[in-house]
């Protein structure tokens, strides 16, 4: 496989793992990143082009530059709890900054695109395990604000012939098991790297929203996925959108559910460290248990997550937080 892909939020998390895989699979990437949370140095030796979706003149000349064949786009708000208290930086960045990429892919005529969506557009589930076809209601604006891209793409496939997969991520974890890029947001408000901090010393405790779920412990229930089983299924999906025209949506989980409680035993395991915690009240905007139905990826996409048990996902957090080598601990 070859070709010139653009990698917005490139040097995010998420999107750092991307390029990693599209680099050893022979893509040429060029990330295109505001570096609010990524960091230059998850992306060394790719180029990068600081810039904004919210800038269109910076999107016209990362276009105008390139011959891209796909985009892959990364570039998003994604803390729950922010965007119940701020939704206006939520729809400007999410759904304005995409429509803005958008339109930068119609003017330079690239027409296949790779989405992150999320497993918040199902809102508080029906079913234990949650396929693409359950009902969509979000109970956060972060939620919304990814599941109205999913319907612009839909109508954009649909009006300008482009093809579009979004991928509905569930708990996103884990680090490249070579060590030279890992979760570094700041501030961090997620489960994995908040306890592992705590693990460290560099939070004095973990604190666990909630104890009072319709769950086995009353803490909330998550689908922990390593963040590389993440990347190779949008890399699969450039091959399965040569074959299809449209706009689709996948879920990406383990099909696993841990409570909070079940991550922190998990992480005392791996770390071997008594890591203190206490209860708080629940966060604004959490559903109480969401679990995947991968089915789809896997049928559609020939994708199986490589790395599904939740301790393994752990040690490979774990040995990047232990050495950070950028972010707000590096
Ligand atoms: N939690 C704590 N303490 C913390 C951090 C998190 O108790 O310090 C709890 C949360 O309340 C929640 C669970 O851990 O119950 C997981 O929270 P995260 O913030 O790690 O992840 P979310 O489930 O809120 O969100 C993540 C992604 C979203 C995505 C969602 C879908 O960040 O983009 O998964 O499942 F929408």
Redesign the pocket.
């Known amino acids: 496989m070859s070709g010139k892909v653009l990698v917005c939020g490139g040097a995010g998390y998420i999107g750092s793992h991307m390029v990693r895989q599209l680099v050893a699979a022979g893509f040429e990437p060029v990330v295109f990143d505001n570096l609010s949370q990524g960091h230059a140095a998850a992306v060394e030796g790719v180029p990068l082009v600081r810039g904004d979706l919210l800038d269109p003149a910076a999107l016209a000349a990362v276009f105008a530059g390139h011959e891209f064949d796909a985009v892959y786009h990364f570039a998003a708000l994604?803390?729950?709890g922010d965007s119940v208290i701020a939704p206006e930086l939520y729809y400007r960045n999410n759904v304005v900054g995409a429509l803005n990429l958008l339109d930068a892919m119609r003017t330079a005529g690239v027409g296949r695109i790779v989405f992150s969506s999320?497993?918040?557009v199902y809102g508080n589930p029906r079913t234990d395990k949650i396929a693409e076809t359950h009902p969509q209601a979000p109970i956060n604006p972060?939620?919304w604000s990814k599941l109205m891209m999913e319907q612009i793409l839909a109508d954009h496939a649909r009006a300008h012939g482009i093809r579009a997969v979004s991928f509905r991520?569930?708990?996103?974890a884990g680090a490249d098991p070579g060590g030279a890029i890992g979760e570094a947001h700041d501030p961090e408000?997620?489960?994995?790297p908040?306890i592992l901090c705590a693990a460290l010393g560099l939070r004095p405790m973990?604190?666990?929203?909630?104890d009072d779920y319709d769950t086995s412990d009353g803490?909330?229930v998550?689908d922990y996925i390593h963040v590389n089983d993440i990347a190779s299924a949008h890399l699969a999906a450039l091959d399965w959108m040569d074959a299809h025209e449209g706009a689709h949506v996948f879920n990406l989980g383990n099909g696993s559910g841990f409570s909070?409680l079940e991550v922190l035993e998990a992480a005392r395991k791996v770390t071997g460290i008594d890591i203190p915690h206490r209860i708080r009240p629940r966060?604004e905007g959490?559903a109480g248990t969401?679990v995947a139905d991968s089915a789809k990826a896997q049928s559609h996409l020939g994708w199986r997550p490589q790395h599904s048990g939740i301790e393994e996902i752990i040690e490979s957090a774990w040995a990047w937080h232990r050495a950070p080598k950028y972010g707000p601990f590096a």
């Open positions: 994604i803390s729950v999320t497993a918040a972060y939620g991520y569930f708990n996103a408000t997620h489960l994995v908040n973990l604190e666990i929203f909630g803490t909330c998550r909070n966060r959490d969401l």
